[in-house]
C-alpha cells in the first residue's frame, strides 16, 4: 500500500468524528500525517487507485505562483477548483469587500507575491526566494507563506497548504510544506503533485538539482459523505507503480512562469490508474 492509500486506512481506522462548522458535514479526521515525495528520482506522487487529473493541479499551482485573485483567471488556465469558493461560500458572498463574481479577495498567492507592508508597500516572497536561491544564497528564511491572519476576512478561504520552505543544502534543494486542514480524497490528491511540481520548477530555474519534498499535514480527514466511497470503493484497489513528471527545459526563469507557461508544458509518463471516482466537494 503506497503512502497516500495508507493515510486513508489510517483515517477509516483510527479517525475521530468531528463537527466541521464551516460545511455543516462531520469528518474522519486524525491529527499529524508526514508524507514524503522523492523529486530527484522523479516518482511522481500520482493517487493511481483513482484517475487524478493532474493537469487541473499544475494550473492551480501556476495560478498561485503569479498571484492570481480571480477564478476567472484559474479557469483561463485550466483549473476550475476556484468558481465554488468565490461564488458560492455564503459568507464571502456577504462579505463587503468582495469585488464580485469571481472574485477571491486576498488569498494565497496574493499574499505570496503581494504580502502587503505596515507602510502600505508591497513584499513579492516569490521573487526574494528565487533571487537568493539562483545566487546559492539560503538565508534559512527561504519561506513561502500565504497564511496572514491580519487579512483572512479579505479573501473567500483560508490557505489549507499554508506554507513551503526551501532548503538548499550544496546543489541540492529540498522543500517542506505546511498545510494545516486537508481533505484527503479530493484536496491531497491536487497538493501531492503540487509541492512536486513546486520544488521541480523552483529548482530548474535556479540551477539546482531537486531533493525531497516532505509535506506535513496537521488535520487530515475524510468528510461524511465520501467516507462510503473511500471504503468500499478506493482502498479496495491496488495501487500501481507511481509515474514520471516531464518539464519543459525551456522554462528558465520566474519571469517564464509568469508569461508563457502553460499545463502542456507539463507531461507525464506512464500513469496507470484505475477508474475515476466522484467524490463529493464541501464548500
Request: proline content about 5%; some cysteine; hydrophobic content about 35%.
Amino acid at each position: 500500500m503506497n503512502q497516500y492509500e495508507a493515510l486513508c486506512q489510517r483515517i477509516i481506522d483510527d479517525g475521530t468524528w468531528i463537527e466541521n462548522s464551516r460545511t455543516g458535514i462531520r469528518c474522519l479526521t486524525v491529527i499529524n500525517a508526514d508524507l514524503e515525495y522523492d523529486v530527484g528520482n522523479n516518482e511522481f506522487p500520482l493517487v493511481t487507485t483513482r484517475k487524478c487529473f493532474y493537469k487541473a493541479a499544475i494550473a492551480e499551482l501556476l495560478g498561485y505562483l503569479r498571484g492570481y485573485d480571480n477564478a476567472a483567471d484559474f479557469r483561463a488556465i485550466g483549473c476550475n477548483t476556484w468558481n465554488a469558493n468565490a461564488n458560492e461560500n455564503a459568507a464571502w458572498l456577504a462579505n463587503p469587500v468582495r469585488k464580485g463574481t469571481d472574485d477571491m479577495g486576498r488569498v494565497y498567492g496574493v499574499q505570496g507575491r503581494r504580502w502587503q507592508k505596515p507602510d502600505g508597500s508591497e513584499l513579492d516572497q516569490l521573487a526574494k526566494i528565487v533571487s537568493n536561491l539562483s545566487n546559492n544564497v539560503d538565508d534559512r528564511g527561504e519561506i513561502l507563506t500565504f497564511y496572514n491572519p491580519g487579512e483572512f476576512e479579505l479573501g473567500c478561504l483560508r490557505p489549507c497548504m499554508h506554507t513551503h520552505t526551501f532548503s538548499l543544502l550544496g546543489d541540492t534543494l529540498h522543500l517542506t510544506s505546511y498545510m494545516r486542514s486537508c481533505d484527503v480524497p479530493l484536496g491531497l490528491t491536487f497538493n501531492m503533485p503540487q509541492c512536486f511540481v513546486l520544488l521541480s520548477l523552483i529548482a530548474q530555474i535556479t540551477g539546482h538539482k531537486a531533493g525531497k519534498v516532505f509535506h506535513k499535514i496537521v488535520n487530515a480527514h475524510i468528510y461524511e459523505n465520501q467516507v462510503a466511497l473511500m471504503k468500499e470503493v478506493q482502498l479496495a484497489r491496488q495501487p500501481f507503480t507511481p509515474p514520471q513528471l516531464n518539464i519543459n527545459p525551456d522554462i528558465k526563469s520566474l519571469k517564464d512562469i509568469e508569461t508563457w507557461v502553460s499545463t502542456d508544458d507539463f507531461t507525464v509518463e506512464n500513469y496507470q490508474h484505475h477508474p475515476a471516482i466522484q467524490y463529493p466537494f464541501a464548500v
